[in-house]
């Protein structure tokens, strides 16, 4: 197929939440459309499977980046942060459709996707870098488990509402040592998940830092602290303690035995995401928190 020309995305894939009919319908007005304005379209491998008949090339998760510059996610937030951890490892933009509840990473919306996507395609949008977290379980010295977070790293005990004892170092800096349910590591873009039902503050997406943010902690003295995001934690588990878990967006899930020592920094790769041109940080916020709107 020929690409046009005046199209500064001409290569667009498609990916989105399986099984849910609501995303099935717009995964296929987006491939209709598209096709229609001369666009290469490829489906990621599993969406195609709920998409019969569809005659667009299909590739992994972790082809896409070779083969197109966009791709369009279909989905919750959740769909986000699963493709985003892949799909941070290719030069490609990502935008997000809201097919789910909060939305914060998915600006689109589906009664208009191609209303909005057009000047997207057009040239006409925002465009931000998110940074990702690494978390490393330390064992006898050597590295057990890697995970990649978006949104948060959270250390918390193998049992459900269990306090745990951890001390926790700031580039080899000692901050302290805690008797809680866990410790939430945040992102500016986890600010408003996990952590902000914790009591974390919220971060502004462009501030390069982390939020240290105490679970359920056994004193009234913690509160959760504001980081630079180019430092390097140290989560050290008392002896004591029975197994622990950390778990990376509350999807992959590492074990962390008593000697273990957990790691968490920075990730060397970053999500770039693509927004409409009328795309404000402090409205999404005011949408999806209810916060009020201006007095005068």
């Not at 498609?14 to 319908?25: P, Y």
Request: charged content about 20%; proline content about 5%; glycine content about 8%.
């Amino acid at each position: 197929m020929s690409q046009s020309p005046e199209l500064a995305f001409s290569r667009v894939a498609l990916l989105g939440k399986v099984n849910h009919e609501a995303t099935r319908a717009t995964l296929m007005t987006l491939e209709e459309e598209l096709l229609a304005l001369g666009v290469d379209v490829i489906i990621e491998a599993r969406t195609a499977e709920q998409l019969e008949g569809t005659q667009s090339p299909c590739f992994s998760l972790e082809e896409l980046g070779e083969h197109a510059d966009l791709a369009v996610v279909v989905g919750g937030d959740g769909n986000m942060l699963g493709a985003a951890r892949i799909l941070c490892e290719s030069d490609i933009a990502v935008i997000g459709v809201n097919r789910g509840n909060l939305g914060f990473l998915t600006d689109l919306d589906p009664d208009q996707v191609m209303d909005q996507l057009r000047p997207v395609l057009a040239g006409e949008y925002l465009s931000e870098y998110r940074f990702l977290l690494q978390a490393e379980v330390i064992r006898n010295g050597e590295r057990r488990d890697v995970g990649r977070a978006i949104n948060e790293v959270v250390l918390h005990s193998d049992k459900v509402a269990h306090m745990i004892e951890f001390e926790v170092y700031v580039d080899d800096h000692f901050v302290y040592s805690q008797r809680s349910d866990g410790l939430i590591v945040a992102t500016p873009t986890g600010s408003t998940a996990y952590s902000l039902s914790g009591g974390g503050p919220i971060l502004t997406p462009n501030i390069a830092a982390l939020t240290l943010v105490p679970m359920f902690p056994h004193t009234l003295s913690s509160r959760p602290i504001v980081v630079d995001a180019n430092c390097t934690l140290h989560l050290r588990p008392s002896p004591d303690n029975g197994p622990l878990a950390l778990s990376c967006d509350g999807h992959m899930r590492m074990e962390v035995l008593p000697e273990d020592q957990v790691i968490i920094h920075k990730y060397a790769q970053q999500l770039h995401l693509i927004h409409p041109k009328d795309h404000s940080y402090f409205k999404v916020l005011r949408n999806k928190l209810g916060w009020g709107s201006r007095l005068f």
